[in-house]
Nanobody, 125 residues
Framework: QLQLVESGGGLVQAGGSLRLSCAAS????????MGWFRQAPGKERDIVAS????????YYTTSVKTRFTISRDNAKNTVYLQMNSLKPEDTAVYYC??????????????????WGRGTQVTVSS
């Protein structure tokens, strides 16, 4: 069973940056499509970005395009989310997730098989 641990969250002022990391163990990350999701209080868990197993195909939700970058280092079994120009509406718990389906980049939380516990990102205005 793939285990995922997120890190890098915190409190940042609007316009600032954070880099989230997701370290995997118990499996080989290159066998998975990876995604970052977020969930704000009282809201559903939504996809932020996803990346193919080889790292050459990515997806971003509209609200984070041009500001966030997803990347992966399969040799280090780690996925990253670089977040720039942060806004208060980016405040949420951010989750890393793995999908065993490597043919497509899926967007629904129920399509992902393994999850981390999340890391809190708070953006102050």
């Amino acid at each position: 069973q793939l285990q995922l641990v997120e890190s890098g969250g915190g409190l940042v002022q609007a316009g600032g940056s954070l880099r989230l990391s997701c370290a995997a163990s118990g499996g080989t990350l290159s066998q998975y499509t990876m995604g970052w999701f977020r969930q704000a209080p009282g809201k559903e868990r939504d996809i932020v970005a996803s990346i193919s197993w080889h790292g050459t195909t990515t997806y971003y939700t509209t609200s984070v395009k041009t500001r966030f970058t997803i990347s992966r280092d399969n040799a280090k079994n780690t996925v990253y989310l670089q977040m720039n120009s942060l806004k208060p509406e980016d405040t949420a718990v951010y989750y890393c997730a793995a999908d065993r389906n490597v043919q497509v980049l899926r967007r629904r939380p129920e399509d992902y098989d393994s999850w981390g516990r999340g890391t809190q990102v708070t953006v102050s205005s």
